[in-house]
């Protein structure tokens, strides 16, 4: 019965991601013939937004543009990645005119070349004219595309910004001349390859010493990802690929997690503000976007400036938060922590009562905070009193 449930439920995603997708004919001089795109756009996607999203370019449309639609749906509803627009190639027959290539350098030829340009100078300029994306594109290919895909690189600034190989079958010298390529990079890249231990063998050797090729790379603008997936045929391994190519393309657009928190938050030698500053700046330079830092987050580095005795950077997490969000009884809630951990006082009694006219945060209420402040004003008060009988028996 549950397996029932499930299949029914599985069904009704694939019928919404279905409904939502549209198909464009596109007429090509390059290739002096019309092909048809499948495009899914963000669900709540706004032409008249100033909101960017990603490029995600499938080849072989026709069997992996699903795939590649249901991994990135999964993903952006928990927000591990930006909502992007997905634009699949349907290829067909096509196909192995498409991915002609050179026998020695293993880059496109001829009617390969042709589908090369009509990427690169027709179908990429007409996306971001008509939709509203950033500069973040990512190629996805499979086995023979998966070669096809690496040409791409060559350029003089690499035409996509993150490439997927799942199994490529590399021809000619391509994979000797990738590693040379990644190795002087001036570009940031992403660079994702995978194969499984029960890949066809031709396939597996070759992406296998690739790998061993490109794993010693010191490159710090190269990205690089490798998996070897087990118990997957050449087909079935597109799945898992996928789910992991994106999870790690990604990785930084994620919110702060326990992991983070404890690798490079805690041990960061500076203020806290400045680490989640870069590290924003860090995803609107990458992917083109611009993504909010969250009061969540802020709570996070909060626990973790206590955690270091860290006053300073409680106070300058409290100033950007003010900053970022002035209605917000946050930054001036913790501006007041601050100056209270430095026994002043009168400032922090004044900075929460500020804070009690802001909007309330979600982890700490109005009530907890007014008997903080009557706590604040008692203990002031005694200290007064204590003070002014020690003056009278002097």
């Given at each position: 019965m549950k397996n029932a449930i499930c299949f029914i439920i599985s069904l009704l995603c694939c019928a919404q991601i279905s409904a939502q997708v549209t198909y464009e004919k596109f007429e090509s001089r390059k290739l002096n013939s019309t092909r048809q795109l499948k495009i899914k756009l963000p669900e709540n996607y706004d032409p008249e937004s100033e909101l960017k999203h990603p490029v995600i370019i499938v080849f072989d449309g026709e069997y992996l543009f699903e795939p590649v639609v249901g991994q990135v749906s999964f993903q952006t509803h928990f927000d591990e990645m930006p909502e992007s627009i997905i634009v699949g190639i349907i290829q067909g027959e096509e196909r192995f005119y498409?991915?002609?290539?050179?026998?020695?350098?293993?880059?496109?030829?001829?009617?390969?070349?042709?589908?090369?340009k009509f990427?690169?100078?027709e179908l990429i300029p007409h996306l971001d004219a008509t939709y509203n994306t950033s500069k973040f594109k990512v190629a996805v290919g499979h086995d023979l595309m998966g070669n096809f895909i690496n040409a791409f690189l060559f350029h003089e600034k690499p035409v996509f910004q993150a490439y997927i190989n799942i199994s490529p079958d590399?021809?000619?010298?391509?994979?000797?001349?990738?590693?040379?390529?990644?190795?002087?990079?001036?570009?940031?890249?992403?660079?994702y390859m995978a194969t499984s231990d029960n890949d066809i063998k031709s396939i597996r050797a070759t992406v296998r010493s690739t790998n061993e090729s490109l794993k010693s790379l010191d490159n710090q603008h190269l990205t690089y990802y490798f998996d070897e997936l087990k118990g997957d045929t050449h087909y079935q391994l597109v799945t898992g690929a996928l789910s992991k190519a994106m999870d790690r393309i990604f990785e930084l657009y994620k919110p702060l997690d326990e992991k983070e928190l404890k690798e490079k938050v805690f041990p960061y030698e500076g203020s806290l503000d400045d680490y989640i500053v870069d590290r924003y700046n860090r995803i609107d330079e990458l992917f083109g976007i611009f993504k909010p830092i969250s009061e969540e987050e802020l709570q996070q580095l909060i626990d973790v400036a206590e955690k270091r005795e860290d006053l300073e950077s409680v106070y300058r997490i409290g100033k950007l938060a003010n900053k970022l969000n002035p209605n917000s009884a946050f930054g001036t809630y913790y501006m007041g922590l601050h100056a209270e951990k430095l026994g002043k006082t009168k400032k922090a009694v004044k900075l929460y009562e500020s804070a009690l006219a802001l909007e309330d945060m979600v982890h700490i209420d109005r009530e907890f905070?007014?008997?903080?402040?009557?706590?604040?004003?008692?203990?002031?008060?005694?200290?007064?009193t204590e003070t002014e009988t020690e003056d009278e028996e002097n």
């Open positions: 498409d991915s002609y290539f050179d026998e020695v350098t293993g880059l496109p030829f001829e009617s390969g070349d042709r589908f090369y990427i690169e100078q590399f021809k000619g010298v391509m994979s000797e001349n990738i590693t040379t390529r990644l190795e002087w990079l001036e570009d940031d890249i992403f660079y905070i007014m008997s903080h402040v009557e706590g604040l004003k008692l203990v002031e008060e005694e200290t007064e």
